[in-house]
């Protein structure tokens, strides 16, 4: 018998002071047994970091043809694509060629850095294309089954407390 998805509860409290974006979101996130914390906090992460209202997280890992988020507009085509960790090439090409922008968020940064290394000069004709580092920090340290988290952003800088007391603080690396 499979090993189910576990369901995670987050209620988030969002202060975005970059893009003046102020809201409380609700999500209920699906964890794949092959997902580990750390990812899962990437997500919540990246979520936080584009947050809107039409801003959902898909099947991700189950679905081959989706990305980890993706915001649509009201006539179905996608706005905003987010992809997470070290994509290949073609699956980049197929994001960039289905949507308006395409986010790829890595971490792990020795990883991270060899595959930019490896890939940067492939990547570079795609002009929808952002690629970002996230330092995340300890971030898996948060995860819970259900989680109350506060996020703050200032100059590309994400904070995230919890119910806890706990903080972790996510900067980003724009590397295209």
Not at 7 to 30: P, Q
Not at 77 to 94: F, M, N, P, S, Y
Not at 152 to 172: A, C, F, K, P
């Amino acid at each position: 018998m499979a090993i189910g998805s576990t369901v995670y509860k987050v209620s988030l409290s969002i202060a975005d002071m970059d893009r003046h974006y102020y809201a409380d979101h609700d999500l209920t996130i699906a964890r794949h047994p092959s997902e580990t914390d750390l990812r899962l906090m990437v997500r919540i992460a990246a979520f936080a970091l584009n947050a809107d209202e039409r801003l959902a997280f898909t099947k991700g890992l189950c679905v081959e043809d989706e990305p980890e988020l993706w915001q649509k507009d009201y006539g179905g085509d996608i706005e905003l694509w987010i992809e997470l960790g070290q994509a290949d090439e073609k699956r980049i090409r197929k994001a960039c060629g289905r949507a308006e922008r395409v986010i790829l968020y890595t971490y792990q940064e020795k990883s991270a850095r060899d595959w930019w290394n490896a890939n940067e000069k492939k990547l570079q004709r795609f002009k929808n294309l952002s690629v970002i580092l996230l330092n995340a920090g300890d971030i898996e340290t948060l995860a819970q089954r259900s989680m109350q988290l506060q996020c703050n952003i200032s100059d590309g800088e994400l904070t995230l407390h919890d119910d806890r007391d706990q903080s972790v603080t996510v900067t980003q690396e724009r590397w295209q």
